[in-house]
Nanobody, 124 residues
Framework: QVKLVESGGGSAVAGGSLRLSCTAS????????MAWFRQAPGKEREGVAA???????TDADSVKGRFTISRDNDANTLHLHMGSLKPEDTAIYYC??????????????????WGQGTQVTVSS
């Protein structure tokens, strides 16, 4: 059974940092493309960052220079290192997986497998 489980969410103050993790099971992690999305209250889910199986990444403009997506294939784990946090980063963060890198990697439609999400709250 294909499964993604996020962890590492919580609370932080503006300017602080958090690291999210997503543990994958039921598929060959090293061959999969992975991504992080987020959804704030009352807003649509949006792409944060995506990573190909070869390690190339795509980042949303809103997080460039602040967030870094990375993967540990030996541990079947995806990470999101979040720095210089802002209150507008408050959202539920989801990881997603796909066998092939979508043409639009920051759009939700190309990702068939999703985790249950983890809450991130940033206070000013």
């Amino acid at each position: 059974q294909v499964k993604l489980v996020e962890s590492g969410g919580g609370s932080a103050v503006a300017g602080g940092s958090l690291r999210l993790s997503c543990t994958a099971s039921g598929f060959t992690h090293s061959r999969a493309c992975m991504a992080w999305f987020r959804q704030a209250p009352g807003k649509e889910r949006e792409g944060v960052a995506a990573i190909r199986s070869d390690g190339q990444t795509t980042d949303a403009d809103s997080v460039k220079g602040r967030f870094t997506i990375s993967r540990d294939n030996d541990a079947n784990t995806l990470h999101l290192h979040m720095g210089s946090l802002k209150p507008e980063d408050t959202a539920i963060y989801y990881c997603a997986a796909a066998r092939w890198y979508p043409q639009s990697p920051l759009a939700t439609g190309g990702w068939p497998v999703w985790g249950q999400g983890t809450q991130v709250t940033v206070s000013s």
